[in-house]
């Protein structure tokens, strides 16, 4: 679990109890703010990071005695050489292996590793060393890179990350896995895959989206006594469903469904009703009042396989409060037809699937919709290929909130929420989202909590949190085979939470 620090977004933006996450330059920024104010020294923190991290390898793996500290050439590989000075002051097993040797280290890296001469250590080097000669490890530690990875690693760094993952045995990574970019939360080539690592002050924005997900495995920080100054903003929030549990209060008892919003749904073209029934499903279950679709007019009724779902018979212009605009739409004339006509009607609109893609070929900037694209959608909004929007995510966030205006969700593991003045990270979710008609749930949902009188950045940052925390509890039968409509019964019970 990661520590939760008060934050200072205020109580009525629901994210007073929100995870600051940070860019890596600013971390570097606390550590040297905290040496000027405190009048310490920075090796200081390298011990205590040391400390920390020999304190919870132990706590976690209490049967290991032969661990394997992997050291690089810079501060991780310090914090790595006052690991293993510790470690073996209480009676282990360390075996320091290095990417450098430490005559060429050069700062507080260099005066950790002299400490642990010092002590009577030794250090292999990474290129002469054969693990087949070397003692079984039953804790591998990662200490090789930290913060400062952000080009391709180097062929050598290569071959001692592949080692890395190669051995059988737990590893813990410190500070960050080796070869993750901390501020993108993409891997530079090849990249450490950690059982549990320990950050140190705050934790890396990059570190929970991307291929963060999948390198830093469980994680837990530790501030080492630096507490950020006011003025000094995180670069992100992270936020989940316990985080924002107490926004959802109860209803007051004289409610009625007029209380509740209305909302229209646009979309579901020849062979794919579904879409925008599992929107329309999503949105009754989230609490809108009044749900109505409009789909191609060859379909059968809506209502055959949800009785609560109108239709769109007649005059409904003007008829909702909100819209969705996307799901199942289609490329024809008739979807051409549809999204034509709800750009110009009144009201807030989330916009999703066929929606964006109309939307990129036409782009405009509005301040009253919520934009949901997954990366290729969120590609095509840009003019870019998938991969520049996946090589950093926030960046891609960003620019597309600055271009299209509104609230902007890029989906994925790890997803952001872009409002034009804070960057929200939401962690809940898991693989078994990967599956046709998640993301109708999701615009379900956002437009109920819209309809129901949320703003649009409290709406997003629930719904996404909602849709999360749906899929985490349908996933308890397992991840694979996991069905959009599996989320529905979740999705109620999280919205009632008091209930």
């Not at 703010?33 to 405190?38: I, N, P, V």
Request: hydrophobic share 45%.
């Amino acid at each position: 679990m990661v520590q939760v620090i008060e934050g200072v977004i205020s109580k009525d933006e629901g994210l007073s109890l929100a995870q600051p996450l940070w860019r890596t330059e600013q971390i570097r920024l606390l550590e040297r703010r905290w040496a000027e104010t405190e009048g310490g020294d920075t090796y200081e923190l390298m011990e205590r990071a040391g400390g920390a991290l020999c304190n919870y390898a132990r706590h976690h793996w209490p049967q290991s005695r032969h661990w394997w500290i992997f050291v690089g050439p810079g501060n991780n590989g310090g914090d790595g050489y006052v690991l293993a000075r510790l470690a073996r002051r209480v009676g282990l097993d360390p075996i320091v292996i290095a990417a450098r040797a430490p005559e060429w280290l050069k700062g507080d890296a260099r005066r950790a590793a002299e400490a642990w001469l010092g002590a009577g250590g030794a250090v292999v080097l990474a290129d002469e060393v054969d693990p087949g000669l070397l003692p079984a490890p039953d804790l591998v530690v990662d200490a090789l890179l930290g913060t400062g990875v952000h080009i391709p690693l180097t062929p050598s760094m290569t071959k001692i990350v592949a080692t890395i993952n190669g051995l059988l045995a737990p590893v813990l990574a410190v500070d960050l896995p080796s070869g993750l970019n901390g501020d993108t939360g993409r891997a530079m080539g090849a990249m450490v895959r950690a059982t549990r690592t320990l950050t140190f002050i705050g934790i890396k924005q990059g570190m929970l989206t991307g291929d963060g997900v999948d390198g830093v495995g469980r994680l837990d920080c530790d501030p080492l006594g630096v507490t950020p100054p006011d003025e000094i903003s995180p670069a992100a929030w992270r936020v989940d469903y316990p985080v924002l549990l107490s926004c959802l209060s109860p209803r007051p008892r004289s409610a009625h469904k007029g209380d509740n919003g209305r909302v229209l749904l646009v979309g579901g073209n020849l062979g794919m009703q579904g879409a925008i029934l599992l929107a329309g499903q999503a949105c009754l279950r989230a609490g809108a009042g009044l749900v109505r679709l409009c789909q191609h007019p060859s379909l059968p009724p809506a209502s055959l396989v949800q009785p609560e779902l109108m239709g769109s018979g007649g005059d409904y212009a003007g008829w909702a409060g909100v819209r969705v605009l996307g799901p199942g739409l289609g490329r024809d004339e008739w979807a051409r037809a549809q999204f034509e006509r709800e750009m110009k009607a009144p009201g807030t609109l989330v916009l999703d699937a066929d929606g964006l893609n109309w939307l990129a070929q036409g782009p405009r900037h509005q301040d009253n919709w919520v934009l949901t694209p997954h990366p290729g959608e969120a590609a095509r909004l840009l003019g870019c290929a998938v991969a520049e929007v996946e090589a950093d995510r926030f960046a891609a966030v960003t620019l597309l909130q600055q271009r299209y205006g509104g609230v902007v969700v890029l989906k994925g593991a790890g997803s952001l929420i872009s409002d034009g003045r804070h960057i929200v990270l939401c962690s809940e979710g898991n693989p078994g989202m990967a599956s046709g008609g998640m993301g109708d749930l999701l615009s379900g949902i956002i437009a109920a909590l819209l309809a129901q009188g949320w703003s649009a950045s409290m709406a997003t940052w629930l719904g996404v949190a909602i849709h999360g925390e749906a899929a985490d509890l349908a996933a308890a039968d397992g991840e694979r085979g996991m069905l959009a409509s599996d989320l529905l019964p979740w999705i109620r019970r999280l919205v009632n939470p008091t209930q």
